[in-house]
């Protein structure tokens, strides 16, 4: 896949809407520097309070934040191709639902204090940034699916590595 700054062509003055506000998260993506981090930490922090506010049982936990995941991510792939297409570029860095979607799977089954928080967001921005094997491949799909796919990936893979600390601790 292409550097996030290369044009594809240039960008359209068309905007849609609903795939703007989805794409960058309600405009976390717009946020300088770091875009991808601002969308993990909005995740992580809606992801936190609403843990707070309606105290759910782990299992309830468990099931609301891989629903919360699966939506991010279903709805994603159509949001950030939209963006993505009329942005001009292949993967634009002001989409973060890919880092959104992959933080709220890093976060499927943690216990919900500040601690285990803060060690699946740094396993999660660590993945997703150095894009280990086979994380970089899945970036080879077309549109918004290789925009989502390797943060989905990355998830996973911090999801496992903190899960790990856990049991180790």
């Known amino acids: 896949m292409a550097n996030s700054k290369t ?5 359209s003055e068309k905007k849609t809407l609903w795939a703007w506000l989805v794409g960058t998260f309600f405009g976390a993506g717009l946020l300088k520097p770091g875009p991808g981090t601002y969308g993990s930490i909005s995740a992580l922090l809606l992801w936190f309070i609403s843990i707070h506010v309606f105290h759910p049982t782990p ?4 099931i609301g934040t891989t629903i919360a995941a699966l939506t991010a991510t279903l709805i994603g792939i159509p949001a950030a191709t939209i963006v993505a297409r009329e942005s001009g ?3 634009p860095g002001h989409v973060v639902i890919d880092e959104v979607a992959g933080q709220l799977i890093a976060l499927i ?3 919900a ?3 285990h928080a803060l060690i699946s ?8 940034i150095l894009k280990p094997w086979p994380i970089r491949k899945l970036e080879a799909f077309p549109a918004g699916t290789g925009i989502m796919l390797d943060d989905v990936a990355a998830g ?6 903190a899960q790990l600390i856990h ?3």
């Open 89 to 91: 570029r292949e993967d």
């Open 156 to 161: 996973i893979l911090a999801l496992a590595c």
């Open 7 to 11: 044009q594809l062509h240039p960008p």
């Open 59 to 62: 299992l309830a936990q468990t």
């Open 113 to 115: 204090d500040w601690q």
């Open 109 to 111: 089954a943690i216990p």
């Open 121 to 128: 967001l740094l396993l999660f921005r660590l993945f997703d």
């Open 167 to 169: 049991l180790a601790f």
